[in-house]
């Protein structure tokens, strides 16, 4: 199994900034995907943004396009969120699988426990 530990979350005024961490353990390694996931109360989780593996690029949601940038360092995936927006509150979650075509289906197979991202107006 794979563990992912996620911090960085917190409240913020509009136009401010974020960092999100996760760190990855367990059986991990470099072939794996990772993503950010988010969920508003009472809306449908969206798909944030996605490193792929092996140099593959990223993806981003194209309402945080330029505005967040996805990175890793080894088993540390980071979420930078600059001019960040109401909209932009929800829960954020950390994923990884070794099938990284779920990170478009919506369904990988490890997720971190969550951290909550909450921006005023």
């Known amino acids: 199994d794979v563990e992912l530990v996620e911090s960085g979350g917190g409240s913020v005024q509009a136009g401010g900034s974020l960092r999100l961490s996760c760190e990855a353990s367990?059986?991990?390694?470099?072939?794996?995907?990772m993503g950010w996931f988010r969920q508003a109360p009472g809306k449908a989780r969206e798909r944030v943004a996605t490193?792929?593996?092996?140099?593959?690029g990223t993806y981003y949601l194209d309402k945080v396009y330029a505005r967040f940038t996805i990175s890793q360092v080894t088993n540390t995936l980071y979420l930078t969120m600059n001019d960040l927006k109401p909209e932009d509150t929800a829960t954020y979650y950390c994923?990884?699988?070794?099938?990284?075509?779920?990170?478009?289906?919506?369904?990988?197979?490890?997720w971190g426990q969550g951290t909550q991202v909450t921006v005023a107006s």
């Open positions: 490193f792929y593996s092996r140099g593959s």
């Open positions: 994923t990884a699988d070794a099938k990284c075509i779920t990170m478009r289906t919506g369904i990988p197979t490890y």
């Open positions: 367990g059986d991990y390694d470099n072939t794996y995907c």
